[in-house]
Every structure is written in structure tokens, then in C-alpha cells.
């Protein structure tokens, strides 16, 4: 079945050329050069230490003089999702530092898409309009370790109203940006009416991180290594807020979480793009370089293949990603929703691919941290987990499949099947 729509294009647009343009440019005279000033605070301070380096402020200043701030956000930028996916494949060849220059990161993105979309205007006023000017950040509770939390209804955290205010018990884990000192705000999300509907159990609440019964208990390493803003394991010991920091109204979090994941888990994956082409670039430098056997690695056939296999496999994930956002542009977010899927479950495994092929030719230069192969690799191998691992997102492709009706071709090829089968 064609799946091709007609009028669909992913031609560059001028405003986005512009963007590209001026962004790259940043990369090139700004970010990169910085990235050896990043890792040496991070070394000399030790892994738990989670301050952010000078750098990345400094970075943040010229990021917002050059226009390149809160590109993320249609409202703020006037960019479509197909206009941002080629700015948030750039940023995404320094992972650590450009989506933080420009206030593009996860998941602070994510936060402010919510509270964008579902917060009142004293909430906004409160904690969107300091995420956006990027003087503080913020941190997304969902997932927990006793259950499986791809599938949110299971969330077991408790957040039951007690007069005028909720209170909060439960533990999360894997709560990215939670240790960073200028985390400032939680969007948390646990079961108000254990009664209601499966889809209806579940609110999302704001709770800024220094209220008391917020304990942060851990920050867990991703293959052995710290990140920056850490992702920390939280216990909610009794925590008290008020009514008023409900976000939308009671039973609605599992709705909340869709619209949430569906533009972020798309960001996610424009980056990966971009981590994998910074990968391809590393192995190409390198096979043209090193020689091995009498001649360079580049003359050597499967050398050779793994370049050719690594391009091919970029470029048909990023157009399925460009097809998921313009998608998202014209039909919105219910109407890409398997599509975000397909790209979610393609995106993280290409990288994690390449970038496995450029380990391979740097040899065990590809495992040090001389080379940012190593970090890239955690980092998307990690992606095949968060926002829903592979399996779900499989089954979400499977179900629509299976549940698609059959196009006049289909349904021709399959009588036709049928009458030779039964001549047989």
C-alpha cells in the first residue's frame, strides 16, 4: 500500500535555509571549538558534580545574539516541525552542548511543549517564561522502577487531594535534569483516582524540586558515565503542594503524556541523525587516514561497504523523519502517531549502528574518550529505551498494520493468492 501523500514536500524552506545556515555556522566558530573546554570542567570536577560548565552560559549568550533560541517551539520561532527537524539534526553532532546553546535540550523541550499547551497563565508566568529565557531548568517524573512505564497507566505514585492541597507518595527513577543545581521545577505524574477509567487514573502535577519530602536519592551512570544534568532516582515522601499546580485538570496526565512524548520523541530523533553523520564523518577522516596492510583503511572492500551502508541507512531515516513531522505540520500529532513510532524505533538503532562501524575502524582509539564515539554510542543505545523502548513502538506499527484496510492492490493480490492456493 502506497503511503506517499500527494502534495507532500521536504524541500527546504528559505526561512529554514537561513536557520541552517546561521547554525552551522554557530557549530563551526562556537560550539565545537568549546567542547574541549566543556570536558576538561567535567573532568577536573569529577562526575558528581553536576554544576553546569561556564561554557555553556557563555555559549547561551551568543546563541540568543545570533537568533538561535527556543527553535524548538513553533510560538516562539515560527518554525514547522519539518522546518526545525535539519536545525535539531545539526545540533545534534554535540549532543552535550549544542541543544543546551540554544535551549533545544530534553527534556526541558518536552516541559515547556506542556506547559505551552496545558498550563494556566500563573503557571506559565511562574515557570514557562524563565525555561524559555533559559534561566532555569526543569525535570519530567514518570517512570518508575517497580513497574513497567512504557505503558504510563501502570504508574503507581500517588496523588491524592487533601483539602486544599495534593499530596504526593511514590518513587521515580531515571528523572533526567533532576540533579543539575538550576533544576528548579518537576512536572510529576501519578494516579489521583485509582476508580476511574484506565486512561483516566492518572494527573500531572508541579512540584518545585526544594519542596520538603523531595528526595533525591541517586543520579544513575549510562554505561558508566555521568551526564552533565544527571538522572536521578527521586523518592516523594509525603509531598504537600497546592491544588493549583494541577496541570489541565484531574484524570487527564495520560492524555497530557501523548502530546508531551510525541513532538519530543521526534526531536530525539532528528538529533540521532545528526550523531550518526558526525559518527559517519569521524570513520570517513579516519579510514582515509590510517593505514593497515600495505594501504589505507578506505581501499580495504568492507571498510568500503560499512560507509556505503551507513550513508544509505542515514538517509532513508532521515526522510522517514522528515515524513513524521511534516506529517505532524499538517495533520497534527494523533494523525503522525505511528509514524513518530516508526522513526522512534529507527532512528536510535541506525545511530547506534554507525556509530558501532566508526568504533570499529578507530579501533581501540573508538572506546577511549579521545574520540566522542564512546559517549554517542551510551547516549543512543540508551535511546532505544527512553520514551518508550523499540517493542512498543513496534507493536504500536504492527497493530496499525494489521488493523489497516486493504487497498484495492492488496485486496486483488490477496484474492488472487487465495484462487491459487485453492487450484492447488
Not at 522502577?145 to 497507566?153: H, I, L, M
Amino acid at each position: 500500500m502506497c503511503h506517499i501523500v500527494a502534495g507532500m514536500d521536504f524541500a527546504m524552506s528559505a526561512k529554514a535555509a537561513d536557520y541552517h545556515k546561521r547554525l552551522t555556522d554557530f557549530m563551526t566558530e562556537h560550539v565545537f571549538p568549546a567542547e574541549s573546554s566543556y570536558e576538561a570542567y567535567r573532568e577536573e570536577r569529577g562526575p558528581k558534580d553536576h554544576t553546569v560548565p561556564p561554557v555553556i552560559e557563555e555559549l547561551k549568550v551568543k546563541a540568543k545574539a545570533a537568533g538561535l533560541w527556543n527553535l524548538f517551539l513553533p510560538s516562539e520561532s515560527g518554525l514547522t516541525n519539518l522546518e526545525y527537524a535539519p536545525l535539531a539534526e545539526i545540533s545534534g553532532w554535540s549532543l552535550e552542548l549544542a541543544p543546551e546553546a540554544i535551549n533545544c535540550q530534553a527534556p526541558d523541550t518536552g516541559n515547556m511543549e506542556t506547559l505551552h499547551l496545558f498550563a494556566t497563565e500563573a503557571q506559565r508566568k511562574q515557570w514557562l517564561e524563565p525555561l524559555l529565557a533559559g534561566d532555569i531548568r526543569s525535570a519530567f517524573a514518570m517512570t518508575e522502577p517497580a513497574v513497567a512505564s512504557s505503558d504510563a497507566r501502570n504508574i503507581e505514585t500517588t496523588m491524592l487531594r487533601d483539602g486544599a492541597d495534593y499530596v504526593i507518595n511514590g518513587r521515580k527513577w531515571w528523572i533526567s535534569g533532576a540533579a543539575d543545581p538550576r533544576c528548579k521545577i518537576l512536572i510529576v505524574m501519578g494516579r489521583t483516582n485509582p476508580d476511574a477509567a484506565s486512561h483516566a487514573q492518572q494527573s500531572m502535577i508541579l512540584v518545585p524540586i526544594d519542596t520538603p519530602g523531595v528526595d533525591i536519592q541517586r543520579s544513575l551512570p549510562v554505561f558508566g558515565w555521568q551526564d552533565q544534568h544527571g538522572h536521578c532516582e527521586i523518592v516523594f515522601d509525603n509531598v504537600r503542594v497546592p491544588a493549583e499546580n494541577l496541570l489541565h485538570e484531574e484524570g487527564s496526565g495520560f492524555a497530557i503524556a501523548q502530546a508531551r512524548l510525541g513532538p519530543g520523541r521526534i526531536h530525539h530523533c532528528m538529533r540521532a541523525l545528526g550523531a550518526a553523520e558526525r559518527a559517519l564523518a569521524l570513520m570517513v577522516d579516519r579510514v582515509q587516514k590510517r593505514v593497515a596492510f600495505g594501504k589505507p583503511l578506505a581501499e580495504q572492500g568492507v571498510v568500503r561497504e560499512s560507509i556505503a551502508k551507513s550513508r544509505n541507512e542515514i538517509d532513508q531515516a532521515r526522510l522517514l523523519c522528515e515524513k513524521a513531522a511534516w506529517t505532524i505540520d499538517q495533520q497534527g500529532n494523533k494523525a503522525a502517531h505511528v509514524l513518530v513510532s516508526q522513526i522512534k524505533s529507527v532512528a536510535p538503532q541506525v545511530a547506534c549502528t554507525v556509530i558501532d562501524r566508526a568504533i570499529q575502524v578507530h579501533g581501540a582509539a573508538g572506546i577511549s574518550d579521545d574520540f566522542p564515539l564512546a559517549r554517542l554510542y551510551g547516549w543512543h543505545r540508551a535511546m532505544r529505551l527512553f520514551d518508550g523502548p523499540d517493542e512498543v513502538h513496534m507493536r504500536t506499527i504492527a497493530r496499525a498494520e494489521l488493523g489497516r484496510e486493504k487497498s484495492p492492490l492488496a485486496s486483488a493480490a490477496s484474492r488472487q493468492s487465495s484462487t491459487a492456493v485453492t487450484s492447488a
